[in-house]
């Protein structure tokens, strides 16, 4: 069975720090871009943060950059999401997914058109940012 299991949510205070995780169990993600995506309460999901296979390239949304920081670790088969200075609007579901084969970290978390051919979702880990 393929999964993914996001961890490393939780209640954290506004200009505090979080490190999300994203393991892969029945597969092996060192083919695949993977990414982080938000979704807040009421609101679509976004792709927040992108990373090839190889961890070379990288996409991040312009409302997380400089603040935000994904890497992936192949040998441990996880990706993490480590998130810094923390905002309130930053609050909500945090899901990774798995690209298709061949995929970038861009064409990945750009265009909502092309969440639907994301192979591989978690089932999310909750971000509450609040004092």
């Known amino acids: 069975q393929l999964r993914l299991v996001e961890s490393g949510g939780g209640l954290v205070q506004p200009g505090g720090s979080l490190r999300l995780s994203c393991t892969a169990s029945g597969f092996t993600l060192d083919a695949y871009a993977v990414g982080w995506f938000h979704q807040a309460p009421g609101k679509g999901r976004e792709g927040v943060s992108c990373?090839?296979?190889?961890?070379?390239?990288?996409y991040y949304v312009a409302s997380v950059k400089h603040r935000f920081t994904i890497s992936r670790d192949n040998a441990k088969n996880t990706v993490y999401l480590q998130m810094n200075s923390l905002k309130p609007e930053d609050s909500g579901v945090y899901y990774c997914?798995?690209?298709?084969?061949?995929?970038?970290?861009?064409?990945?978390?750009?265009?909502?058109?092309?969440?639907?051919?994301?192979?591989?979702w978690g089932q999310g880990t909750l971000v509450t940012v609040s004092s």
């Open positions: 990373i090839s296979s190889n961890g070379e390239n990288t």
């Open positions: 997914a798995q690209a298709p084969p061949t995929w970038g970290a861009q064409p990945m978390c750009g265009p909502p058109a092309n969440y639907r051919f994301l192979e591989v």
